[in-house]
């Protein structure tokens, strides 16, 4: 079975430049995550989808950053303008509806804004 | 809302020792419990979780967990490292509320030398 794919890995821009992360899920898995982690810090949640639709986004800084999910399956997240802070490693889960199923991750997009 | 506190920012020890990765978590309903680990430059693989059921949890690599309402804890732990453990471990909670996600700790760094 085919894990949850990120594209990039690796991203190097400069402040006030704009970028896009993409993620594919599982197939089959309704729900998907984006989370930002931070070096030396737990993953902190920035949006979850369900199906096509936004579940919790309130970790979100709406100003900068956009997320969307098309068809309810592959997923955009954009930063624009990208601050230094926002270096960090975007991480893409996904997992079948309900709580108690696991969440499985893509190995992520490290973001270093210079 | 909920939380996770992870007591141990790091936590090293000799291979071959047992080791103990302490978890708490903070939350007003009933709860799903996860440890996840994380080696260098990867994503998150699931390594336990508690659901329902027995308080003691097994999962993958040795490791064992046990759920303890009345503590409201979910410490991780392994009769014997080995070095191949070293990595970052995190704990995460998933609530029984509507509209909530995977909560993550901060993580507890656990190195192990010879």
């Known amino acids: 079975e085919a894990g949850v794919a990120q594209s990039p890995r690796y991203k190097i821009i400069e402040k006030r430049q704009s970028v896009a992360f993409w993620c594919n899920p599982i197939?089959?898995?309704?729900?998907l995550y984006w989370y930002q982690q931070i070096l030396g810090q737990g993953p902190k949640l920035l949006i979850q989808?369900?199906?096509?639709?936004?579940?919790?986004d309130s970790q979100l800084p709406k100003d900068r950053f956009s997320a969307e999910r098309l068809k309810g399956v592959d997923s955009t997240l954009k930063i624009q303008p990208a601050k230094l802070e926002d270096s960090a490693v975007y991480l893409c889960?996904?997992?079948?509806?309900?709580?108690?199923?696991?969440?499985?991750f893509g190995q992520g997009t490290r973001l270093t804004v210079v | 809302a909920q939380s996770v506190t992870q007591l141990d920012s790091q936590v090293p020890v000799f291979e071959e020792a047992p080791v103990e990765l302490r978890c708490n978590y903070s939350?007003?309903?009933?709860?799903?419990l996860f440890w996840y680990v994380q080696y260098p430059n990867q994503g998150l693989q699931l390594l336990l979780k508690?659901?329902?059921?027995?308080?003691l949890v097994k999962g993958i690599n040795g490791f064992e967990a046990e759920f303890n309402k009345s503590q409201t804890s979910f410490h991780l732990r392994k009769p014997s490292v080995h070095i191949s453990d070293t990595a970052e471990y995190f704990c995460?909670?998933?609530?029984?509320?509507?509209?909530?996600?995977?909560?993550f700790g901060k993580g507890t760094t656990l190195s192990v030398s010879s």
């Open positions: 939350s007003s309903v009933s709860v799903y």
């Open positions: 989808f369900q199906n096509n639709g936004v579940v919790d």
């Open positions: 995460a909670v998933f609530s029984n509320q509507a509209g909530t996600a995977l909560i």
């Open positions: 889960a996904s997992s079948l509806l309900g709580r108690n199923t696991e969440a499985f």
């Open positions: 197939s089959g898995h309704a729900t």
């Open positions: 508690y659901l329902s059921g027995s308080t």
